[in-house]
C-alpha cells in the first residue's frame, strides 16, 4: 500500500464548475497536509495546507480534512483553464522530518 | 528576492560521470531538501539537512551524495553509481528544527538527462 494516494484522473471539469481532488495516506499519526499544484515541466507551488480537521479555506480553494478517515481533500471553485495542472498531495508523517508525496491527480479545465 | 535557486536549469552527464547540481537558498532556512521526480511520479526524498554539518539519507539515496558546509548551501552530486540518473530534481527549504511543520519551499529544478 502506497503512504499517499491520489487517483492519477485526468480528471476533467468545464470552466466555471467545482474540481475536487482527494488523497488518502496510510499513516494515521500524520500530522500536516499540504497541496502543491505543478504546471508541466515546472516545480510545485504551495496552494495550501492543513494541520487540523475540518475546512480551511483560501479564496476559490478549500483543503478539508478528515484524520479519522484519513483522507484529504482540496476544492476549487469557479475552475478557471489556469487551473489546469498536476494536483500534488504531501503529508507530514510520524516521526518524519521530510514530506511524502503522492503520485499526483491531473486536472483538466475546459473552457 | 528572497528564493531558492538551483543550477543548472539542465544538465547531461556522461557514463562514468559525477555530476553536481546546485541549491542555494537566501530564506535564512535551516532545512533543506533533495527530491527526485520521474515523469508521472510524485516526488521522492533522496536526502535532507535540519543543520549545517549534517545531513541524513532519504528514501533513494544510494548513488548520491551531498554535503551542508553552509546554512545557504546544499549541492547534490549524482554519482557515477547512480545507473538511472535521468530525472527531475528538485530542492526545498524551510524553517525546520521546532518548526518542521512548516510548508516546504521549492526552487525551480534541475532537469538531469545522460549523454
Known amino acids: 500500500q502506497k503512504e499517499v494516494e491520489q487517483n492519477s484522473g485526468p480528471l476533467s471539469v468545464p470552466e466555471g464548475a467545482i474540481a475536487s481532488l482527494n488523497c488518502t495516506y496510510s499513516?494515521?499519526?500524520?500530522?500536516?497536509f499540504f497541496w502543491y499544484r505543478q504546471y508541466s515541466g515546472k516545480s510545485p507551488e504551495l496552494i495550501m495546507f492543513?494541520?487540523?480537521?475540518g475546512d480551511k479555506e483560501d479564496g476559490r480553494f478549500t483543503a478539508q480534512l478528515n484524520k479519522a478517515s484519513q483522507y484529504v481533500s482540496l476544492l476549487i471553485r469557479d475552475s478557471q483553464p489556469s487551473d489546469s495542472a498536476t494536483y500534488l498531495c504531501?503529508?507530514?508523517?510520524?516521526?518524519?522530518?521530510?514530506?511524502?508525496f503522492g503520485s499526483g491527480t491531473r486536472l483538466q479545465v475546459q473552457p | 528576492d528572497g528564493g531558492i535557486t538551483q543550477s543548472p536549469k539542465y544538465l547531461f552527464r556522461k557514463e562514468g560521470q559525477n555530476v553536481t547540481l546546485s541549491c542555494e537558498q537566501n530564506?535564512?532556512?535551516?532545512?533543506m531538501y533533495w527530491y527526485r521526480q520521474d515523469p508521472g511520479q510524485g516526488l521522492r526524498l533522496i536526502y535532507y539537512?535540519?543543520?549545517?554539518?549534517?545531513?541524513q539519507k532519504g528514501d533513494i539515496a544510494e548513488g548520491y551524495s551531498v554535503s551542508r558546509e553552509k546554512k545557504e548551501s546544499f549541492p547534490l552530486t549524482v554519482t557515477s553509481a547512480q545507473k538511472n540518473p535521468t530525472a527531475f530534481y528538485l530542492c526545498?527549504?524551510?524553517?525546520?528544527?521546532?518548526?518542521?511543520?512548516?510548508?516546504?519551499?521549492f526552487g525551480d529544478g534541475t532537469r538531469l538527462s545522460i549523454l
Open positions: 504531501a503529508v507530514k508523517g510520524t516521526g518524519r522530518r521530510a514530506l511524502t
Open positions: 499513516d494515521r499519526g500524520s500530522q500536516s
Open positions: 492543513i494541520y487540523s480537521n
Open positions: 530564506l535564512n532556512h535551516d532545512a
Open positions: 539537512s535540519q543543520i549545517v554539518n549534517d545531513f
Open positions: 526545498a527549504s524551510n524553517l525546520g528544527s521546532g518548526n518542521s511543520n512548516q510548508p516546504q519551499h
